[in-house]
C-alpha cells in the first residue's frame, strides 16, 4: 500500500514537472512552430517541404541576428528598448551596398563599415539614455527619425548600391549539408550569445543590472557603462544586419530595415525575455524568430493583408505581455 501511494505520488510530482516545463516561454515557442507547421501543411501542401523550412530559416536568421542586440538591451532593463533597429538596418544596408557595389573584394571592408556606424550611433544612444538620462524609447524612437531623414537626403529616394555576388550566394545558396551560409553565421552569433551570457563576467553584470540597478551599483558594477555598451552592440548587430539583408535582396533601399523593429522585440518577449530586463536568454529569442517567421508565413499563406499581419503581430505582443511578460518580471 505504501509503495501504490509512493508511486501515485511520483507519478503526480513528474506530471507536475513537465506541466511547469510546458508553461516555460521556449517550451511553448516551440510547440508554436510544431503546430504552425502541422497547419501551414494541411492548408497548403508544401508548406512544410525541406527547401520551404529552409527558406523560412534564412528570414528567421536575418531576424533572429537582428533581435540579438535587442535582446541585450531589453536583459539591462531600465525600461530599455531600441526602437531605431530598423533605421540601423537601413542604414546598413545603404552604407555596405555602396561599399560593395557589386564587387566581391569589397564585402569585408562593407561590413566593418556598416557596423562601425552602426556602433557608434548604438553609443549615441547608450549616451543619451545614461548620461543624458533620456528615456530609452524617446531617444531611440529620435535616432530612427534622424537616421531615417539622414537616408531620405543622402539617397534621394533612390535604391543605390548593390550585393556582392558571394554575399549574396552565402545568403541564399545551399552550401554544407544542403544549408545556406547564414544559418551557420546565425548558429556560431548563438553561441557566442550563450557563452556571452552564461559565461561571461560582462553576460553577469548584464542580468544583475536588469534584475536590480540599485544593488548591481552598491557592488561596483559600472551600470551606465554596460548600458551604453549594450546599446553600442545593439547598434552594431542591426548594421550586421543591414548588409546581410542586402544579399538576401540584391540591393538597398531606405525602408529596407523598417519591418523588423516590432518583430524584434516581439521574437524576444516570445522568448521569455521580460520587458522589465534581468530575466531571459538568446535561444529563447531564437525560437521566438522562427516562431514569428513561421506565423508570418502562415498569415500569408491565408492571404491576409500586411495591416492585418501588423494587427496580428501588435496583439501577440500585448497578449504575450499579458501571459507572461510583466508576471515573470515581478517573480524576479
Do not use: K
Request: charged share 5%; glycine share 14%.
Amino acid at each position: 500500500m505504501a509503495n501504490a501511494t509512493a508511486n501515485s505520488t511520483s507519478s503526480q510530482s513528474i506530471a507536475a514537472r513537465l506541466l511547469d516545463g510546458l508553461r516555460e516561454p521556449l517550451a511553448l515557442a516551440i510547440m508554436a512552430i510544431v503546430v504552425m507547421l502541422a497547419v501551414g501543411e494541411l492548408l497548403s501542401p508544401g508548406f512544410a517541404r525541406g527547401d520551404q523550412i529552409m527558406r523560412l530559416l534564412t528570414v528567421a536568421a536575418l531576424l533572429g541576428i537582428a533581435a540579438a542586440g535587442q535582446n541585450l538591451v531589453i536583459l539591462a532593463g531600465g525600461e530599455g528598448i531600441d526602437l531605431s533597429i530598423g533605421a540601423m538596418i537601413s542604414f546598413g544596408a545603404v552604407i555596405a551596398g555602396n561599399v560593395m557595389n557589386g564587387n566581391d573584394a569589397a564585402i569585408a571592408q562593407a561590413i566593418f563599415a556598416a557596423t562601425s556606424v552602426t556602433f557608434l550611433i548604438g553609443l549615441v544612444n547608450g549616451i543619451g539614455v545614461t548620461v543624458v538620462r533620456i528615456p530609452p524609447l524617446v531617444m531611440t524612437l529620435g535616432m530612427m527619425t534622424v537616421i531615417q531623414g539622414g537616408l531620405v537626403v543622402f539617397s534621394q529616394g533612390i535604391p543605390s548600391g548593390n550585393a556582392a555576388p558571394s554575399l549574396m550566394q552565402f545568403i541564399n545558396q545551399p552550401a554544407l549539408f544542403g544549408l545556406p551560409g547564414i544559418l551557420f553565421a546565425w548558429a556560431a552569433l548563438t553561441v557566442v550569445m550563450i557563452f556571452v551570457l552564461r559565461r561571461t563576467a560582462f553576460g553577469f553584470a548584464i542580468y544583475a543590472i536588469g534584475a536590480n540597478p540599485r544593488a548591481a551599483r552598491l557592488v561596483g558594477l559600472p551600470v551606465g557603462v554596460i548600458r551604453t555598451l549594450v546599446f553600442a552592440l545593439s547598434g552594431a548587430l542591426g548594421g550586421l544586419t543591414g548588409v546581410l539583408v542586402i544579399g538576401y535582396t540584391g540591393n538597398s533601399f531606405i525602408s529596407v530595415g523598417d519591418q523588423y523593429m516590432l518583430p524584434t522585440i516581439i521574437a524576444v518577449v516570445i522568448g521569455g525575455t521580460s520587458l522589465a530586463g534581468g530575466t531571459g536568454g538568446y535561444i529563447g529569442t531564437v525560437a521566438g524568430a522562427i516562431a514569428l517567421v513561421l506565423l508570418q508565413s502562415l498569415l500569408i499563406t491565408l492571404h491576409l493583408e500586411s495591416w492585418g499581419r501588423q494587427l496580428i503581430f501588435g496583439g501577440t505582443l500585448l497578449l504575450l505581455l499579458t501571459l507572461y511578460g510583466r508576471q515573470r518580471a515581478l517573480r524576479a
